[in-house]
C-alpha cells in the first residue's frame, strides 16, 4: 500500500480558488489514474495517463487539469471551474495501460467551505 | 462508452450466511472485472478479479461468475463475518480503451453478528 501516496489527507479550500492534489507513486507504473468519489456513489474518472508527457480526459475533466512530467507523479488541479469540487478523490497507477489492476492511493477528501 | 450497473445498493445478511452482489455491462467488448472491498474512509483494495476468458474463479470464502453471454458478473461471499461488512464495488474496462475502469455504484454490505 505505501507504494502509492497522496497529500494531502484532508484539504479545505475556499470558493474560486484553484486547489492542488498530489499523487506519488514509487511503483515504476507507466499508467496513472484520477477518480472522484461522491458520498455513496461509485468513482467516476477524471483524468488518466498512459505514459510520461501524455495524458487523455475522462468522464469527468471539466473543472480540472492535469500534469504528467514525470513517471511517479500525477498531480490533480482542481479549478474555480468545477462547480462541485467537495469529494473524496482517489489517484491510481498500474504497470502499464495493457496491464488492468489498478492500485489505490489512501484519498484526499477536498472540502469547499 | 462502458456503463456498469450494480445491485443491490444495501445487503444486511445474518453473520454465516452467503451475500451476492450483481453487476451488469453494456460494452461487450470488456475483457477485464474487478471486485474492490472499500472500508469507510479508505482505499478500495482489489480483493478478487476475473478476465473474459474465464467463467467462474474462487479464493478462499470469494467467488467471482462471468456470463459474457448476458452480460454480467456476479460476487459471491461465503460464510460471511463482521469484517467483511464494507462497500464493495464492481468494474469493467476494455484493454483497448486504455484500461480505464468503470465502476458500479457499489453495495453497502452489513454482516450482523
Known amino acids: 500500500d505505501g507504494g502509492i501516496t497522496q497529500s494531502p489527507k484532508y484539504l479545505f479550500r475556499k470558493e474560486g480558488q484553484n486547489v492542488t492534489l498530489s499523487c506519488e507513486q514509487n511503483?515504476?507504473?507507466?499508467?496513472m489514474y484520477w477518480y472522484r468519489q461522491d458520498p455513496g456513489q461509485g468513482l467516476r474518472l477524471i483524468y488518466y495517463?498512459?505514459?510520461?508527457?501524455?495524458?487523455q480526459k475522462g468522464d469527468i475533466a471539466e473543472g480540472y487539469s492535469v500534469s504528467r512530467e514525470k513517471k511517479e507523479s500525477f498531480p490533480l488541479t482542481v479549478t474555480s471551474a468545477q462547480k462541485n469540487p467537495t469529494a473524496f478523490y482517489l489517484c491510481?497507477?498500474?504497470?502499464?495501460?495493457?496491464?488492468?489492476?489498478?492500485?489505490f492511493g489512501p484519498g484526499t477528501r477536498l472540502t469547499v467551505l | 462508452g462502458e456503463n456498469v450497473e450494480q445491485h443491490p445498493s444495501t445487503l444486511s445478511v445474518q453473520e454465516g450466511d452467503s451475500a451476492v452482489i450483481k453487476c451488469t455491462y453494456s460494452?461487450?467488448?470488456?475483457?477485464?472485472f474487478p471486485w474492490y472491498k472499500q472500508e469507510l474512509g479508505k482505499r478500495p483494495q482489489l480483493i478478487i478479479d476475473?478476465?473474459?476468458?474465464?467463467g467462474e474463479k474462487k479464493d478462499q470464502r470469494i467467488a467471482v461468475t462471468l456470463n459474457k453471454t448476458a452480460k454480467h458478473f456476479s460476487l459471491h461471499i461465503t460464510e460471511t463475518q463482521p469484517e467483511d461488512s464494507a462497500v464493495y464495488f464492481c468494474?469493467?474496462?476494455?484493454?483497448?480503451?486504455?484500461?480505464?475502469?468503470?465502476f458500479g455504484g457499489g453495495t453497502r454490505v452489513l454482516v450482523k453478528p
Open positions: 476475473i478476465r473474459s476468458n474465464v
Open positions: 495517463s498512459q505514459i510520461v508527457n501524455d495524458f
Open positions: 468494474a469493467a474496462t476494455v484493454k483497448a480503451a486504455g484500461n480505464k475502469l468503470t
Open positions: 491510481a497507477s498500474s504497470i502499464s495501460q495493457s496491464y488492468n489492476e489498478q492500485f
Open positions: 511503483l515504476n507504473h507507466d499508467a
Open positions: 460494452d461487450s467488448a470488456s475483457n477485464y
